[in-house]
């Protein structure tokens, strides 16, 4: 490898991970979020590589014949081995163009590959653990492509960029084949900082001290963790996505990664700022309708006066904070009822659990307030032709049309039977879904612990949707960003989160949320924002404090929250949607130019500084990095770093890329100065 002779100025990449075109996950965000500045960046030099699941390949990829060239020769020879591919452009934005391969038609090989990868790289691969598996088939698959693929693109150098576990079988193959590739390994999170973390241990201050191999043995995924950990020993750059994971990396991967490619978003400004705002208005107003029937016959509680917070994600009762989110709630509802608060906070829980349909309670709640709403319609209607009639019919002398006759009998009984079908024996449910395991589902018996039952006294009502939001669902009819906009507050209290995209997606919509110096999102902020509450972004310290303090903490946020005006609110999702820029791709894309650069330098160290003396700075397109995506403007309240990748040796490139050539933030002009209280002070 890296004899120099290949160009690493227009080098290629391929960027492999397993939710191409699949969403599972947070790493389905990224790279689908990613793809315009990257496709911006390399345009038909840059490749996407995942597993082929023809479901959703379906409806996210149009196929398309591979340009002729060293691509559509490896995926022929490939094909003619048996290989079943799918090349096509991804219907996103950005549409770049993916490669996906059927797993399936290589499970032929499983067991010489699972035998290889022992005799080669002594990773054990034992039977029936399906997920793994598939790991191994696509790995294999991704090392024949590129072994194959370097054969055929004999001038150009090529960046294998690998995303997790589950897609980094290649990279020890890549190297134990010394495929003239360079690597990177970014991982998202660790296998068994996870499995740790949902445990009751208490993981950060005992990082140093786990004994690794015994720990994932004892959860049954050493074998995963030995690809994990190859994985990043074997590539050429590790990364990670925040600084928290690096220090756990660190401690369970043993090796120190070489910087930090925190995940950014696509940020979607809208021309006039109050837009934003009305779209919170239109979207409460749907889940107000929501409220409605789902509080049939206890509607008591003023809509006006109704805040709605939330929590999301994948259901990871103790890594995602949901135990200390429902703790705090509790000692909230018990604040406001003391304090005597008007308000009222309906909190709902959106995690996915096992279910089998939706309650009837849930959908009778919806359909007698329709009901209700048609009836009242018609009565209406009914009203207005007679007090037109009567109207026109008034002369000099009688009575003006008296409202108390103008409602028909039949109309009153239909009425008092849509009101009478409010009636309802029990509390308003906190599930929205029949539950495979009611009786053990970890939330719903915290809930049932701290007797949060939606009474009417109680100032703090739940609602827990075990599963993902959709606007076709009858019931909670929005897709998530709409249903995220017509909230009030986003509550994200994790104990594990390596970076922790809901609250940053809450930040780009202007919707102020909660997070914890335990998410790589959360410390990100607090590291460039010295006050972040004051911008909407409260982060309740999970590290110095136990864990008492730190749900009173909590309660305290959403407590002061509580006691907010109209007013302040508003101003305050103004003051939150002006940090979007600081979460662009546009900016946080600069870490992985950064990364691939020192990727091609230490795998072609002639050719790069041959490169480099040549042409200074590259950022492998024919332009200087420096503000290639956005605007130019002079940076107000900024000092050093920008962007949190200067971690390890991604530092090396550093004379290359300068993050303050690259970035020129400053915070959005100010619509309403009057009402903009807070300077914004870069830490
Ligand atoms: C937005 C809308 C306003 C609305 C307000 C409600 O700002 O533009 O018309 O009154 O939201 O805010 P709230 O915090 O009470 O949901
Ligand atoms: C991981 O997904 P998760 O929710 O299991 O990857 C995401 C994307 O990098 C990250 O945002 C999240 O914190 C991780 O935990």
């Known amino acids: 490898m890296g004899d120099g002779k290949r160009d690493v100025k227009n080098h290629l990449l391929f960027e492999i991970a397993t939710e191409v075109a699949n969403r599972v996950g947070g790493i389905y965000s990224v790279i689908k979020s990613k793809a315009p500045i990257t496709t911006h960046e390399y345009g038909a030099r840059y490749n996407l590589i995942g597993p082929l699941n023809r479901h959703s390949a379906a409806v996210e990829v149009e196929a398309l014949d591979p340009p002729p060239g060293p691509l559509a020769d490896t995926l022929r020879s490939m094909g003619d081995r048996g290989v079943g591919w799918l090349y096509g452009r991804w219907l996103i934005d950005g549409a770049p163009r993916v490669i996906l391969f059927d797993t399936k038609t290589a499970y032929h090989y499983l067991d010489e590959w699972k035998t290889d990868l022992w005799s080669t790289a002594g990773i054990p691969s034992p039977p029936g653990d399906h997920e793994t598996n598939e790991a191994v088939v696509f790995g294999y698959l991704v090392a024949w492509f590129l072994g194959e693929f370097v054969v055929h693109e004999k001038s150009r150098a090529v960046v294998a960029h690998f995303h997790e576990w589950l897609a980094g079988v290649g990279i020890p193959l890549c190297k134990h084949r010394r495929i003239d590739v360079t690597t990177i390994f970014t991982t998202h999170a660790t296998l068994l900082g996870r499995y740790l973390c949902a445990g009751s241990v208490d993981f950060y201050n005992n990082l140093q001290y786990f004994d690794v191999d015994a720990e994932a043995g004892k959860r049954g995924i050493y074998h995963r963790y030995c690809v994990e950990r190859a994985a990043a020993h074997c590539a050429d750059v590790f990364t990670t996505v925040s600084h928290i994971t690096a220090y756990e990396s660190e401690h369970l991967l043993k090796r120190k990664p070489d910087g930090v490619l925190p995940n950014g978003l696509n940020v979607v400004k809208f021309s006039a700022m109050h837009e934003f705002q009305n779209l919170h208005a239109q979207s409460k107003e749907k889940i107000h309708d929501f409220i409605r029937g789902h509080f049939y016959g206890h509607n008591d509680f003023d809509l006006d006066n109704t805040l709605y917070f939330f929590i999301a994600g994948r259901y990871e009762y103790r890594n995602k904070g949901v135990d200390m989110f429902i703790e705090s709630l509790a000692r909230l ?19 996915p659990a096992q279910t089998s349909s939706l309650t009837v309670e849930a959908l ?6 329709k009901a209700l709403r048609d009836t009242v319609h018609v009565i209406e209607q009914g009203i207005g032709r007679r007090l037109f009639d009567r109207a026109l019919k008034w002369h000099e002398g009688t009575e003006l049309p008296d409202e108390a006759q103008l409602m028909g009998s039949q109309e009153k009984i239909m009425l008092k039977r849509r009101v009478f079908a409010l009636k309802r024996n029990s509390l308003p449910p906190i599930v929205t879904h029949n539950m495979a395991d009611d009786s053990t589902d970890p939330i719903l018996n915290q809930i049932r612990r701290v007797q949060l039952f939606n009474h009417p006294s109680d100032r703090v009502k739940i609602i827990f949707h075990p599963e993902f939001l959709n606007a076709s669902n009858p019931v909670l009819p929005l897709d998530y960003d709409d249903f995220v906009r017509g909230t009030h507050l986003g509550v994200f209290s994790s104990y594990y989160e390596p970076w922790g995209y809901t609250p940053a997606e809450c930040t780009v919509m202007g919707v102020p949320s909660i ?5 790589g999102f959360g410390c990100y902020m607090e590291e460039l924002i010295e006050n972040a509450a004051d911008y909407g972004i ?32 508003i101003n ?3 003051r939150t949607e002006r940090l979007s820029d600081l979460l662009d791709w546009k900016r946080m894309g600069l870490e992985y130019v ?3 650069q020192l990727a091609l330098r230490r795998a072609y160290p002639q050719a790069f500084d041959q490169m480099q003396s040549e042409i200074g700075f590259f950022d492998g397109t024919e332009t ?13 309240d900024r000092s050093g770093m920008m962007t949190p990748g200067d971690f390890g040796s991604l530092q090396e490139g550093k004379e290359l890329l300068n993050t303050e050539d ?4 400053k915070l959005p002009e100010e619509e309403d100065p009057d009402e903009y209280h807070f300077p914004l002070t870069l830490r």
């Not at 690259?662 to 933030?665: L, T």
């Open 538 to 569: 409260y982060i309740v310290d999970r590290r110095g404090k136990g864990v008492d303090d730190s749900v009173n903490q909590l309660m305290e946020f959403m407590y002061d929250f509580t006691t907010k005006t109209q007013r302040q609110r």
């Open 624 to 636: 200087k990095v420096s503000r290639p995506l956005s605007a130019p403007g002079s940076p107000r």
């Open 662 to 665: 690259y970035i020129n933030w």
């Open 333 to 351: 509802n018990h604040k406001m009822k003391t304090s005597g608060s008007k308000m009222t906070v309906v909190a709902f829980i959106i995690m």
């Open 515 to 519: 997070t914890t110096n335990l998410s």
């Open 594 to 596: 950064k990364a691939r």
């Open 364 to 369: 009778k709640g919806q359909a007698v307030i």
């Open 572 to 574: 305050q999702r103004n």
